[in-house]
Structure formats: structure tokens, C-alpha cells
């Protein structure tokens, strides 16, 4: 990747602190408020505040990479694509694998949406 696509991935430059180019437009940001980002294309998927909240984003691309990109690089959670609505598990509550039914009286998932914010207790902040 040449300097130019990162220089431009990194449209909030003021911002960050430094930020290391894994692989194929992503990029880990370390913000200067202690947020820490993975950032695909000119989104960032994930975004670990600093305290404990961790965001995630897709900026409407509900796309196999992008999913991909969350699950690499999220330590707590995972998203599943389950009849073309993306759900969000506690990767400990969710054997690797677990098929769950969105119908069961069970079922853990949070509903995935642009911006959503799950504290660190795993529940989503409104």
C-alpha cells in the first residue's frame, strides 16, 4: 500500500496519537483520548474506548470483509450473519460452533446496528 491511501485513511490525523497498517486497508489507530480503533477503509469497525465501551461500525456495508475485519480483530465479541440480520455474542457465552435461533427463548445475540455501543459488562448502551 503506498503512503497516499493511508495518509488519507487517517482523515482525523489531529486526533491520533500513531497507527500501524495491518493488511489490506486496515489500519489499528491509537487516539490521543486513549481510544484504541481498527479502521477498514474509512470506517472504523471497532472502536475500544477508553472506558471499556467498545463501539462498532459498518457504515452500511453488511459485507463478508467487513464482518471478517470485526471478528479478527475483536477479543470480546463476534458477529453472525443469521438469515442476513448480524447478531453480536460474547465470545465466551458462544461456542465457536454454536448455531443460535433468534427465536429461542435463550438467545443472547444483540441485534447489529451502524454505531452500536456495548458496555463492558457485554449489554448495549442506549
Same mark, same amino acid.
Given at each position: ?31 490521543? /483520548? =486513549? $481510544? ?12 475500544? &474506548? #477508553? /472506558? =471499556? $465501551? ?12 467487513? &464482518? #471478517? ?58
Amino acid at each position: 500500500m503506498s503512503y497516499r491511501p493511508i495518509k488519507e485513511m487517517l482523515y482525523d490525523k489531529d486526533e491520533i496519537e500513531s497507527h500501524e497498517y495491518l493488511k489490506h486497508n486496515t489500519v489499528y489507530i491509537y487516539f490521543k /483520548n =486513549g $481510544d484504541v480503533a481498527i479502521r477498514y477503509h474509512l470506517t472504523d469497525v471497532i472502536r475500544l &474506548k #477508553a /472506558n =471499556g $465501551d467498545t463501539v462498532f461500525k459498518n457504515d452500511g456495508w453488511f459485507t463478508h470483509t467487513t &464482518k #471478517a475485519r470485526i471478528n479478527q480483530y475483536s477479543t470480546d465479541f463476534t458477529i453472525m450473519s443469521i438469515k442476513g440480520i448480524w447478531y453480536i455474542f460474547d465470545k465466551i457465552d458462544l461456542p465457536y460452533w454454536a448455531r443460535p435461533n433468534p427465536k429461542s427463548p435463550n438467545f443472547c445475540g444483540i441485534k447489529f446496528y451502524d454505531g452500536i455501543v456495548i458496555g463492558k459488562d457485554g449489554k448495549e448502551k442506549k
